[in-house]
Each structure stands twice: as structure tokens, then as C-alpha cells.
């Protein structure tokens, strides 16, 4: 029985006096969170009479309402027109709501002007720079206003931008669902560090060995320096594709918010038109930032916890897989760190934004932890495998593909293994759980796939690397020398030592292989022109748009290169060798992460991001609320605020409003039936109360009214049967499953 000396427990912390200082710390630091939530904040309403009016050269006018403001479109748009007196704000989190009316100006060149609010203060770190449009769409807008430090200067601006705009009143109302939301965060955070302390504190009744414990330390370690952007305020929020999905996450919050579950269709988006990416991406992990999205967090709060979530977790299981692997804690941690800190996915996350891409490398370990056991014969792999196919599937569709084509020609080249009664069982079990687990995705993906489609591409969009891009740095991907070393190690390694018969030899080849041929496939060195030809093939790997998605693949294969080097110089009892080429290629990985990573850690970020307001226009977009136009339904084209339609053919409209997923028609018709594009992109699910719907050629809900009605038509969206019949499958699968688990545990225990 151990001694009391060393033995923690609850009722001897007066033993621990460190302890109850960091108890008494985090008490403070709870009490400050929550009182810093509840403290009271200034509460203004302003009018046009009460705000200062900085207009030079135009003259404000009234509108019916009472609104004040410019009615002339194409006037004032160089000038604010109003601005709020110089306001002390304390730090903390705001709302302010805008009521108004407004009418886009469209200028000579086509471009779209909206009215715009925007933030001000002349002393530097007290709030970030913010800048929003108002949607002409609506009379009232929320936007969201983030105070760092207490601001004396703070005032708030409105512009028309030449557009028609007047303006009724402006708010300023603290955020208290938000800082309620951080404050509660805040207690969740601390009780996680607390189990964990637990964990690692000796004498501690929960306490792990120490190896686990520098283990631990060492996946925390590598999880914070990927994550060392986001540490910064608005850090992180940057890339290619950031907009995109964080119109994604506002896009999902507000289907759920309209009671859509599972999402399929964003209402809101396209100016009110509706655009349907949920039927092509798999975004389920999604369904998380933007539940606290509903929740009421900052939606920049939101993808930056996103973020920190996808790097711990790929960070734990990339350790989990390769422990079982390698079966050895310090080669796991090495991998860990060569994969989670690799150059491709540092720039998928800070350069690319790549939010899919950056998820699914989370599941690239469960797979090779699945082939593992599979091919050794180590039981239980379908599990593995269904849930990381799962995982890409959900996740990103091009690396689902590269990675079922590669697992593919592998158990072609492990045939004498492959086709045995065990392993295709295996294969058979985890095929299966992984379709009816996901039949709810699939049903809709795959009779949307072939349907036509405006946008997309139909073959790669980009030639490959350089060689000097591959391995120094591309403006789009890089790779770095690092995992290449781990590879020619590996080679090395084989040449060199006397051959070792057994599984770790034949994985190691394999890995080889596949790290090899994805380097190749990703530069431009690859014949990608004669392959994209191919019948079937060609086809699949053409939808990849970028040959350098390959190196996702060959960061996950040279990881294990790298491991399986070491692992068998250390075999061949050249210790020294086998610390020295750990030290090599993770001293490789540092030196990139040194020079790219102080990119992303301005010592002061100057732009707000994360209010949908922000991206309604877009540099070189044509509508409110761009997304891509991937997919557009054939023969949707751009024009203005919306989509080319057909002109109305014996029909009268009165008015078309829109409530959620609803859109009414007030018509009438005469002797004839009318027909008439609706101002709703066209996707399975509409229906319709009144007459009968169909796909317009200008790719909207086509509406024909039968002859001799007066009144209003209902339209609405609601998933068709067929994709509900899949819900329910999933659903029943999903519950099967966790029931066999649950069984199977508790006749083990």
C-alpha cells in the first residue's frame, strides 16, 4: 500500500499547497470570466436625428416612413453619410442591429454596390477594423462588433456607397449569450485541464506511468504549436477558401435553425435563391461549429474552435494508431509530429483554408491502423475501416477518392493475402456498416451526381509542382524535406541491413510505394494530359482539380516510412543511427514550421472577420451572399442580385415573399394556364400547394398555375421520400451498431 507521503487525495490538499494555489487561480479566473459576462455594458439606440451627419455634398431627405437617408441610387458614393458620436465602449463583445431600407446600385460596369457599416478608432489593439454590408434584401440587420480593450474613440459609420439607402435607427446592445457562452467555456476548459493534471500528477489515484505522461506532454506540445495562430486574436482567419466555409457553418446553423435536420439545402444563401452544397460535400463534423454558431458564438470563435478541435483530435489519434503500429510511444510521437505538423497540412489550414481536406487527414491513421490489423491478422479491423472511409466520406469527397484508389491497387498487390475467406469478410463487414451507416448522405450524393450541372470542372484545374515547389515552397502546396528524408532513410534502411522477414518489412515496402508514386503523381513531371483520358479512371482523377492533392496521401505513407527507418535501424542495434535519423527529419519539420508559422502570428491583426455581412460581396462577385458555382443547376446565370429568368406567360404576379423554407405566390390567371421562374434555384424537394413544379431552363423552380386561379400558391421545400427512407436506414444501422458495441463490452467486462 503506498505511503501517505506520496498519496493525493481530495481531503489532504492542505499537503499540496500548489494545488490549492492553482484551485484558488482558477476560481479567480472563473469568477472574473462569468462576472466579466454579466458586468453591465453601454445599451445605445441611435437615430438619424442623433447621429452626426458627414455628408459634404448631399443632401439627406425623408421617406415616407420617416427613414432618413439618400433616395437616389448612384448618389454618395464617395461620402458617409452618418456617424455615430465618439462612444467609450469597455471591452467585450456587442450586437449592433441596423433597421433601414436599401436597394442595390448597379453602376455601368455591372458592379453591385450595397450600403456598408464600418467601425473607427484612432487608438491601435482597441477593436479590430470592421467592415459589413447591408443586404437590401431584408429592413434589419445583426451584425456582430468585437472590443478588445476599452476604446474612448470608437465610432461607428454608415454609408450608402451609392446605393439607395435610408436609414431608421442603429443599436448597440452588449453580446451576453456569446460572453455567457466563452465564460462557460472557460469552466469546461478548466476542469479538462484539471483531469488531465490528474492524470499526470504523481501520486494522483489517476496518475498514468511517466512514459504516458511525456507522452501526453508531447501531443499537447505538438497540438499548441500547430495551432500558435489561433493564439493570436482573428488569427488563423485567412485562406483561400475561408469564406466558403464559413458560409458553410452560417449556412448549416441556419437550415437547423428553420428545423431542417439533416441539412440539405442553404435557404438563405444566393441572395435568397438557395444553393445546395450539402448535397455534394460530406459536412457532418460541421453540424459542431455551427450548433455553437446557434448557440450564439462569434462565428469567427467558431471556426478557430473548429480548428483547435481538428489538430488535438488528429494529433491523438495519429499517436493512438502509430502506437499500436509501431509499438513504441517515442516513435509515435515522432509520427505524430512529422503528420501533424507536416508542411501540406499547415498549409492546408493557414494558406488553403482547405476545411475538408484538413478534417479528412483525421482519418487517414484510422484507415492504416485498419490495413494493419487486416494484414496481420490482428482481428477487428472492420471497425477501423469502416469508420475512417466514414470519416473521408463526411469529410472530403477528392481524398475519399484518392485514398479508395490507393487502398484498392494495395490489396490488388497483397492478393494472395487479400483473397482469403477472413479478409474479405473483413472487407464485406466494413463496406457494409460504412454504406448503411452513410446512406442518408449517399442517396441524395449519388442522384445529384449525375445530374447537370452549370458550374464545375471536368478535368484538373492546375498543372503539378515543380520540383522547387514540392520541396521548398509553392504558393499553393509545398511538401518539404522532411518526410522525403524518412523515405530515402527507409530505402536505406532496406539496402543496407540484412532483409528482416515479417510484416513491418512487406508495410514498409508498401509504404514506400505509395509515397513514392504520390510525390511523382503531385509534381508536374506526371503525364496527368494521356492519364485524365482514361476511361473510369481518368474521370475519378480528374475530379481531384489539383494534382497536388496526392501529397496528403504521401505525407500519412512517409510518416510511416519515416517510423519503420528508425524502428529498423534500432533493430539492426544502431542506436545512434536511429536517434540521429529521428533527430534529422523531425529537426527538418521544426526549421519549416520556424520560418512559416511566424507568417501567421502578426503581433496585431488589424481586420474582423467572422459576420456573415462581410462576404455578401466579394472581390469579382456578381451576387449577395456568393458561394462557388459548382453547382449551380444547368442553365442558372448570374445577373444582378439573382438568376436569369424566363419572362411570366400568361400569369399576373402580385407579390413573391419568402418565410424560411416557404415562398409565397400571390397570382391569377385567366383563361390559360401561366407559367412562371421562380426566384429559387432549382433542387429535388420543392413542392408545391397549387398547380405543378419543374426545372426552368434558366435552371430555377418553374411554377405553372392552372388556368382561372386568383390567390396565393405555397411552395415549399421538404426532403423527398426516398432521401427520409435513407435517414431512417442510417438511423436504425447506426443504432444497431452502438447496440452490438455496448453488448459486446459488457459481455467482456
Not at 453619410?81 to 455591372?110: C, H, K, M, N
Not at 481538428?310 to 509501431?326: D, G, P, Q
Not at 506526371?526 to 504521401?554: D, E, K
Request: glycine content about 10%; overall charge neutral; aromatic content about 10%.
Amino acid at each position: 500500500m503506498p505511503s501517505g507521503k506520496h498519496t493525493f487525495s481530495l481531503t489532504g490538499l492542505r499537503r499540496h499547497p500548489a494545488l490549492l494555489v492553482l484551485l484558488a487561480a482558477e476560481l479567480l479566473l472563473l469568477v472574473l470570466a462569468f462576472r466579466n459576462a454579466l458586468r453591465p455594458l453601454p445599451d445605445l439606440t441611435f437615430t438619424p436625428d442623433t447621429l452626426e451627419n458627414w455628408t459634404v455634398e448631399t443632401e439627406l431627405t425623408a421617406d415616407e416612413a420617416g427613414r432618413v437617408g439618400v433616395g437616389t441610387a448612384g448618389t454618395a458614393a464617395e461620402e458617409t453619410l452618418f456617424s455615430t458620436p465618439e462612444l467609450q465602449l469597455p471591452a467585450g463583445y456587442y450586437r449592433i442591429t441596423v433597421r433601414y431600407r436599401a436597394e442595390a446600385w448597379l453602376d455601368e460596369e455591372g458592379h453591385i454596390a450595397l450600403p456598408s457599416f464600418s467601425s473607427y478608432t484612432e487608438q491601435s489593439g482597441t477593436l479590430c477594423t470592421y467592415e459589413g454590408h447591408l443586404d437590401p434584401g431584408t429592413e434589419s440587420q445583426t451584425l456582430d462588433l468585437c472590443v478588445l480593450k476599452k476604446s474612448t474613440d470608437a465610432r461607428l459609420l454608415l454609408r450608402g456607397n451609392g446605393a439607395v439607402f435610408y436609414l431608421e435607427s442603429l443599436s448597440i446592445a452588449p453580446n451576453r449569450a456569446l460572453m455567457l457562452l466563452l465564460a462557460l467555456g472557460t469552466l469546461l476548459f478548466l476542469l479538462a485541464a484539471d483531469l488531465l493534471l490528474l492524470r499526470l500528477l504523481p501520486g494522483s489515484p489517476f496518475a498514468v506511468s511517466v512514459p504516458a505522461k511525456a507522452a501526453a506532454l508531447g501531443v499537447l506540445g505538438i497540438t499548441v504549436l500547430a495551432c500558435l495562430p489561433l493564439l493570436q486574436n482573428n488569427g488563423g482567419m485567412g485562406g483561400h477558401d475561408l469564406y466558403f466555409h464559413l458560409q458553410r457553418i452560417q449556412g448549416i446553423a441556419d437550415s437547423l435553425a428553420e428545423g431542417e435536420f439533416p441539412v440539405r439545402l442553404y435557404h438563405n444563401v444566393k441572395s435568397g435563391y438557395g444553393y445546395a452544397p450539402s448535397l455534394y460535400y460530406g459536412e457532418l463534423l460541421l453540424y459542431i461549429p455551427a450548433l455553437l454558431r446557434l448557440a450564439g458564438l462569434d462565428l469567427r470563435l467558431c471556426y478557430q474552435g473548429y480548428l483547435w478541435g481538428v489538430t488535438l483530435a488528429t494529433a491523438l489519434v495519429c499517436y493512438r494508431c502509430l502506437r499500436e503500429i509501431f509499438d513504441r510511444r517515442a516513435l509515435a510521437l515522432l509520427g505524430c509530429a512529422l503528420f501533424v505538423l507536416s508542411p501540406y497540412r499547415l498549409v492546408c489550414i493557414y494558406v488553403r483554408a482547405a476545411m475538408g481536406e484538413y478534417t479528412a487527414l483525421l482519418f487517414l491513421p484510422v484507415i492504416v491502423l485498419g490495413l494493419w490489423r487486416l494484414y496481420t491478422g490482428r482481428g477487428r479491423a472492420w471497425v477501423l475501416l469502416a469508420v475512417g472511409f466514414s470519416g473521408l466520406l463526411q469529410t472530403h469527397i477528392i481524398t475519399l477518392i484518392l485514398t479508395t484508389l490507393t487502398v484498392f491497387f494495395l490489396v490488388l498487390a497483397l492478393w494472395r493475402k487479400t483473397f482469403r475467406r477472413p479478409v474479405l469478410l473483413e472487407w464485406a463487414k466494413a463496406a457494409g456498416a460504412c454504406v448503411l451507416v452513410n446512406l442518408w448522405f449517399l442517396v441524395p450524393f449519388v442522384s445529384m451526381a449525375g445530374g447537370r450541372l452549370s458550374g464545375g470542372s471536368s478535368g484538373l484545374d492546375q498543372p503539378g509542382l515543380t520540383l522547387a515547389q514540392l520541396l521548398t515552397r509553392g504558393e499553393t502546396a509545398v511538401f518539404g524535406l522532411a518526410l522525403p528524408l524518412g523515405g530515402a532513410l527507409l530505402l536505406a534502411v532496406y539496402l543496407m541491413v540484412p532483409p528482416e522477414k515479417g510484416p513491418h518489412r512487406t508495410a514498409g515496402l508498401c509504404v514506400l510505394a505509395v509515397g513514392a508514386f504520390a510525390l511523382f503523381a503531385s509534381t508536374d513531371l506526371f503525364p496527368w494530359q494521356t492519364v485524365v483520358r482514361l476511361p473510369v479512371l481518368g474521370t475519378l482523377l480528374g475530379s481531384i482539380q489539383f494534382p497536388w492533392r496526392f501529397l496528403g496521401l504521401a505525407a500519412m505513407a512517409l510518416v510511416l516510412a519515416s517510423g519503420w527507418a528508425v524502428q529498423g535501424l534500432r533493430r539492426a542495434g544502431q542506436i545512434a543511427a536511429a536517434r540521429g535519423a529521428g533527430a534529422a527529419v523531425l529537426a527538418l519539420t521544426m526549421l519549416f514550421c520556424l520560418q512559416f508559422l511566424p507568417e501567421y502570428i502578426p503581433l496585431e491583426s488589424g481586420g474582423y472577420v467572422g459576420d456573415p455581412s462581410q462576404w455578401m460581396l466579394l472581390e469579382n462577385a456578381n451576387l449577395v451572399w456568393p458561394m462557388d458555382d459548382l453547382y449551380l443547376p444547368e442553365g442558372a446565370e448570374p445577373q444582378g442580385l439573382g438568376y436569369t429568368a424566363a419572362e411570366p406567360a400568361d400569369i399576373r404576379v402580385e407579390d413573391i415573399t419568402r418565410d424560411g423554407r416557404t415562398t409565397y405566390v400571390e397570382c391569377s390567371t385567366d383563361g390559360a394556364e401561366g407559367f412562371l421562374d421562380l426566384p429559387l434555384l432549382y433542387y429535388p424537394g420543392y413542392t408545391t400547394d397549387t398547380g405543378t413544379l419543374y426545372r426552368s431552363q434558366s435552371g430555377l423552380v418553374g411554377l405553372a398555375v392552372p388556368a382561372g386561379f386568383e390567390g396565393t400558391v405555397t411552395v415549399t421545400w421538404q426532403e423527398p421520400k426516398r432521401w427520409l427512407a435513407a435517414d431512417l436506414v442510417s438511423l436504425v444501422s447506426i443504432a444497431a451498431l452502438a447496440g452490438r458495441a455496448l453488448y459486446r463490452r459488457r459481455k467482456k467486462a
